[in-house]
């Protein structure tokens, strides 16, 4: 009977917005811990990466790429905000991996078994980092025209095996330099924490 008193009602509602506040707070938590598992797990993750990418051919090529590297682009993320820095992780590694499903591969001399892992982690990350950025914005105009120049060198050389193994080459740079930004975002987390 004391529920209809005016004071229980107003107990009800504020309780409920207790409940609300309390159920925004656990789902910002809950991304925000898988996304801390994400990049707890990053370097190892990269890691595995780096060693398939190593093992599913030969030595990586001494030849220099035609595109340029965009060295610029990894200065500028630097000094940009956690969420852009994600971004541009999530980003990349979503063109890095476009790059090895397109293109004629026939003369590709890689192990399968080991090139398909690759790709499984590669997608594995994309989908990991996907779950802590909350934006869908496309990737930086200059980051899809360097990957753009870097997929043509495959197709005006017909997919040559030359042009593959500096696909492969530029990826190794690439995850080298995520992974060095991705330490970053967690050493100034820890200074944040
Ligand atoms: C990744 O590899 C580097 C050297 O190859 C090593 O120093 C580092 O400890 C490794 N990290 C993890 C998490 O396995
Ligand atoms: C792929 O390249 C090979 C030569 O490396 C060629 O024989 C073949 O026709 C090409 N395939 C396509 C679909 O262009
Ligand atoms: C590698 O994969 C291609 C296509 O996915 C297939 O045609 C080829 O037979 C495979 N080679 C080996 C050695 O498994």
Request: glycine content about 4%; overall charge positive.
């Amino acid at each position: 009977m004391q529920l209809s008193s005016p004071t229980a009602s107003l107990h009800f509602t504020s309780n409920m917005h207790r409940c609300a506040a309390m159920l925004l707070l656990l789902c910002s938590t809950m991304t925000f811990a898988l996304c801390c598992d994400w990049l707890r797990h990053y370097a190892h993750l990269n890691n595995d990466t780096l060693s398939l990418l190593d093992h599913m051919g030969g030595p990586l090529t001494q030849q220099e790429s035609p595109v340029n590297f965009p060295y610029r682009l990894y200065e500028e993320m630097k000094k940009a905000k956690e969420e852009s820095q994600l971004l541009f992780i999530r980003n990349s590694i979503e063109l890095i991996s476009d790059l090895y499903h397109s293109g004629n591969q026939s003369s590709v001399t890689w192990n399968n078994e080991t090139t398909h892992n690759f790709l499984i982690t590669m997608d594995r990350q994309a989908e990991e980092l996907s779950l802590c950025v909350s934006t869908n914005r496309k990737p930086n105009s200059k980051l899809r025209r360097y990957y753009r120049r870097l997929k043509n060198t495959v197709y005006h050389s017909g997919g040559s095996t030359v042009s593959w193994e500096l696909i492969r080459k530029e990826t190794q740079r690439h995850l080298e330099l995520l992974q060095l930004l991705v330490a970053s975002i967690t050493a100034s987390r820890g200074h944040n924490a």
